[in-house]
């Protein structure tokens, strides 16, 4: 009988030490959902400047994106680049996986149509051709 209270107090103590790891892994993860929301904004920005699609560069060479997104990410969160590498990460590959998009080019055309922001065609529209997005 002891020994039976014995093991099915060291499996609720695993169970538990369980829970904990998920539920902390959890929390890590939301801790990046504004910096996701901050990288595709900023992926917005420079298309919309641009009207070159935004990529993550992995190899050696130019990264317009990645210098733009390095040059602007410390003026928004107001922070040196604590955290741009991972956002950048994260951000392509959710961009990649869900094909997610910021709406921040869209709201500013509804809310100041005088400005006429979405005249400009952005790289993600079926109207542009591959040669203008590269």
């Not at 997104?69 to 604590?82: C, G, S, Y």
């Not at 921040?104 to 055309?109: K, R, T």
Request: net charge positive.
């Amino acid at each position: 009988m002891l020994d039976q209270q014995s093991e099915f107090l060291s499996t609720l103590l695993s169970s538990a030490h369980k829970l904990i790891s998920a539920l902390k892994s959890q929390l890590d993860q939301r801790r990046n959902i504004p910096a996701y929301r901050v990288m595709q904004d900023i992926a917005a920005i420079f298309e919309w400047l641009t009207g070159r699609r935004a990529v993550r560069r992995v190899e050696r060479g130019n990264d317009t994106f990645g210098d733009f997104a390095r040059a602007i990410w410390p003026v928004i969160l107001n922070r040196a680049d604590d955290g741009l590498e991972s956002a950048l990460k994260n951000w392509a590959k959710y961009r990649n996986e869900y094909g997610e998009e910021s709406a921040l080019i869209a709201n500013i055309g509804f809310r100041h149509p005088a400005w006429r922001v979405c005249d400009r065609r952005s790289p993600n529209s079926p109207h542009v051709t591959k040669d203008q997005t590269s």
